[in-house]
């Protein structure tokens, strides 16, 4: 075998090897998050029209520091839903990984008094094609504030 030849491929894969980006995950450190929200939902025994975006940042990997905001109106009384939150994923190399969090609610209720709560969040991501689709349960304890 001619060895100048097997050392400049080896150089070249060395170089290649080098130089890739790493890999950057859905979760990994400086990614970002951007959610958009509509639908529909029941509060104050009222059906209501709901908007809203969410925004968050991975901090370190797994960890993401977020905010999401909410608009629910049609219904009576009108409020506003903002919710920062504290979410940790855990990356299992698969196309499902489990996440927890904590979060604070602050309800902005049009002629009421406002409403508070803390409360944690569990469940799965499922990654499809780069993306992560989160299926969860969110418990929250409200009070009047």
Known sequence: MNVPALRALLAGLLLTLVSAPAF?????????????????????DDDYFIVGAGFGYYVIDGLELGINYQKWFSGDPEFDQVTPEITYTYETGTK?????????RRLFIDGLDDLS??????????GLNERAY????TH?????T
């Open 117 to 126: 709560g803390i409360g944690g969040r569990a469940g799965v991501n499922i």
């Open 140 to 144: 929250l304890r409200a009070h009047e």
């Open 24 to 44: 950057s995950g859905p979760f990994s450190q400086g990614s970002k998050r951007l959610s958009v929200i509509v639908g529909a939902g029941e509060s104050f």
């Open 134 to 137: 989160p299926v969860s349960y």
């Open 96 to 104: 499902i990984d489990p996440y927890v969090g904590v979060l604070y």
